[in-house]
């Protein structure tokens, strides 16, 4: 579902460089056995599979929850056969056996040993598993994207398709068993298909009052109703009438049903993009983020287990469990990463790493700590970010996909939108900083806003160009680059590409030069000062007045879609494509790094840059991917050097429960106050009143206020009093 979503925005990506960025870090480094690692997220939960004392959660790879002690173990393709860490279905048979669905294959785990079926060594019709379901029998059924339904019984593979079969769709997303062991089966587009063993029925807009033929989720409750969640609503369908549940006619706060669980009692448990709804048979229950402890109101999956527990994985909060009565969240994942849609990388003057993603706002990484901002936690105006540049003062810009342009100091977040700025459009597509200072927005053409393009802010004016008063030749902007010549060159789609010197413009198109292709994706200055520019077209590097064009048919280049180019310390180029993964340029030969050949995490690569180590950092669909070869240098935290001022970080983990830590910067000798503040500005708890050395200290908040009572989850304050002044941060505390 995730991967089908992003598949469908990819006119999104932007190549958000101004200048040639190169990821700096501190003097103190690791270097690692192995010539990967991933960083994978937390905020996606796909899959979750019940075992007693754990909890399987798949995702971005599979974690292992213990239920006791909330210890967790992850898996993923660097540390186990797993085949991919894009986790779609987990399913645990009689024997304990996992059942994996991957977008690569299908896996079997027994707890040590791993078994992978794809389309090469097995029976198995396509690579992407939706959906898995063992039958009393031990018959495993797959639901396949494309490949239709597979049927494995341990030795022989039979598959249904729409071609052999009564199956109106081989794109099956849920499956489903009765107690008369029909199968029942969730299609992209043929609506619901009931299958006895011989004969086919199916249910459609077309024949039966389903609401929709687009069925994400089925469950069957203790009378054999069946429940059935489309795009278009919710349906109980017990053999003979249908009822049919809509935001008109129901509690239903939204049409889009994405999972439905049935809990012992009878309760029926609905997601979707609105949160949770719980529907008694009379009443309806609807949990979101805004009434309850939900971390995310996009729920991809429910699940229970005999205890009462309710499970619910979301598209960018994570896992979060609920008792009836409290909220707990999990980050099931091996990092900190909030969303695993990687759109923008870069470096500010600090070395921090800015993690810029599709859905989970913004990370920093400060080599040892994750550093959340998001909606939630902090001003920024949007989760779905499109570009990040800091600027010549040190401040960071960040582009959202809704919500205009936000500049973070550091401490105070300043949003730029079209309510009363220069932009016309909250829609960015890039964003980036000049030399000069300036700060350059490119907009994504809208029909709502077709003047769109591009605008300039100089930290006092705005000025817009578009089509109508420029030279620009598409109000669609899709890449930046400033040079030393002072030039900005600008990548459009469908407009080709533009070169503004501050007063002309000159414009390259396919019938004026040799670009190949008129949609610019990607820019890139070396340091001999060749421009590479990414197109829809493959590959072009111009030296000067000499266009050298690369592509699938004359070069390695294993896909015609450049998303990004950058540079390692010996020259080489390299260069992400977006379904042909990676490629490494020495100016004479290619080498693809691919899903196949490599522990690339996916083909679809979004933003690519490389470090001072020759660390190749890859932003991709399914997460952060680093690779270096010879053995990734990761940083470490080195000699602790004197903070030059009076700081106040973000705690983290953030949100948190049940315990966060605050880290502060003390430049020289100095009483530190620091004390927690409700929303109200009420005192809740006193947590430093002592003179402290410079140094960067660290202090523990255990959630409890002066009486060492807990506190109640919620937005809280903490405030830094010195002799230099005060500083207040926000954190979040979810029981």
């Known amino acids: 579902m995730r991967r089908l979503n992003f598949l469908g925005s990819l006119g999104f990506i932007s190549a958000c460089i101004l200048s040639a960025a190169v990821l700096l870090f501190p003097t103190g480094v690791l270097a690692q056995d192995s010539e990967w690692v991933h960083f994978t997220s937390w905020g996606e939960v796909f899959a979750i599979a019940d075992e ?90 797959i639901g396949t994207w494309s490949g239709g339904l597979a049927k494995f019984d341990g030795s022989d593979w039979t598959v249904f398709n729409e071609a052999n ?127 309850s402890g939900m971390t995310h109101n996009n729920v991809r999956v429910i699940s229970g287990d005999e205890d009462g527990n309710l499970f619910i994985g979301t598209m960018g909060g994570g896992l979060v469990q609920f008792d009836g009565t409290n909220w707990t969240p999990y980050r099931p994942g091996n990092s900190e990463l909030p969303d695993m849609d990687v759109f923008s990388l870069v470096i500010d003057n600090e070395e921090n790493v800015w993690v810029g993603t599709w859905g989970g706002g913004v990370a920093r990484v400060d080599g040892t700590h994750w550093t959340l901002y998001n909606a939630d936690n902090s001003d920024l105006p949007d989760n779905y970010t499109r570009g990040i540049a800091i600027d010549s003062q040190g401040n960071r810009w960040i582009g959202t996909y809704g919500g205009g342009v936000a500049k973070f100091d550091g401490f105070n977040w300043t949003v ?90 000159t414009v390259f198109t396919t019938d004026n030069s040799e670009l190949p292709d008129n949609t610019v994706t990607a820019l890139y200055m070396d340091g001999d000062g060749y421009l590479w520019i990414g197109t829809d077209g493959g590959l072009v590097k111009v030296d000067g007045s000499e266009w050298t064009v690369y592509n699938q048919d004359n070069s390695g280049l294993p896909n015609n879609y450049v998303s990004a180019i950058s540079s390692d310390s010996q020259g080489n180029k390299w260069i992400g494509t977006v379904v042909g993964g990676l490629a490494r340029f020495d100016g004479t030969h290619w080498e693809v790094y691919s899903e196949d050949n490599s522990q690339l995490l996916s083909n679809l690569l979004i933003t690519v840059t490389v470090d001072r180590h020759d660390n190749v950092w890859i932003g991709t669909d399914l997460g952060l991917a680093v690779y270096r070869e010879g053995g990734v240098i990761l940083d470490i935290v080195g000699p602790t050097e004197i903070p030059r001022t009076f700081s106040l970080l973000q705690n983290y983990p953030n ?65 830094m009093t010195t002799d230099a002044g005060k500083i207040t941060k926000r954190m979040i505390l979810l029981r």
């Open 52 to 141: 007693g004392e754990y909890l399987w959660v798949g995702g971005c790879g599979i974690t292992r929850l213990d239920k006791e002690t909330e210890e967790m173990v992850f898996y993923n393709q660097l540390n186990s056969e797993l085949p991919s860490n894009g986790i779609y279905c987990i399913t645990i048979d009689e024997s304990g056996q996992k059942w994996i669905g991957t977008d690569r294959g299908l896996a079997r785990f027994d707890g040590e040993n791993w078994e992978v079926y794809d389309p090469d060594n097995s029976g198995l019709p396509s690579k992407s598993v939706w959906d898995i379901l063992v039958d009393a029998q031990n018959n495993v059924w």
């Open 165 to 291: 079969s009564g199956l109106p769709d081989s794109y099956v997303l849920d499956l489903g068993v009765d107690t008369q062991e029909n199968l029942w089966i969730g299609t992209y587009y043929g609506g619901l298909v009931c299958f006895d063993g011989v004969n086919w029925t199916c249910y459609n807009t077309g024949n039966s009052p389903i609401p929709g033929n687009r069925v994400n989720a089925i469950a069957i409750d203790s009378e054999e109703n069946k429940w059935i969640g489309t795009g278009e609503g919710l349906a109980k369908f017990d053999g003979y009438e249908w009822t049919v549940y809509t935001t008109e006619n129901s509690g239903m706060p939204g049409n889009r049903v994405s999972e439905i669980y049935i809990d012992a009692q009878g309760n029926r448990w609905i997601g979707g993009f609105f949160g949770v709804v719980k529907f008694d048979g009379e009443n309806w229950t609807v949990y979101n983020k805004d009434n």
């Open 416 to 505: 730029y939108d079209s309510s009363d700025f220069g932009l016309s459009s909250n829609i960015v597509s890039t964003v980036g900083a000049d030399p000069q200072g300036s700060v350059w927005v490119g907009l994504e053409w809208t029909q709502d806003n077709p003047e769109d393009g591009l605008v300039k802010f100089d930290g006092v004016n705005w000025t817009a160009y578009t089509t109508d008063n420029s030279g620009l030749p598409n109000g669609s902007i899709e890449a930046l680059l400033s040079d030393d010549q002072g030039n900005l060159w600008i990548g459009t789609i469908w407009g080709g590409l533009a070169r503004f010197d501050g007063s002309d413009w």
């Open 655 to 719: 949100p948190f429960n049940p315990s966060t830590e605050i880290s502060f910067g003390i430049p020289e000798q100095s009483r530190v106050k620091i004390i927690i503040y409700n929303v109200l500005g009420e005192r809740v708890r006193g947590l430093v009143d002592d003179v402290y050395a410079p140094d960067i200290h660290q202090i523990l908040w255990d959630g409890t206020d002066d009486l060492n009572n807990p506190v109640a989850s919620g937005v809280y304050l903490y405030r």
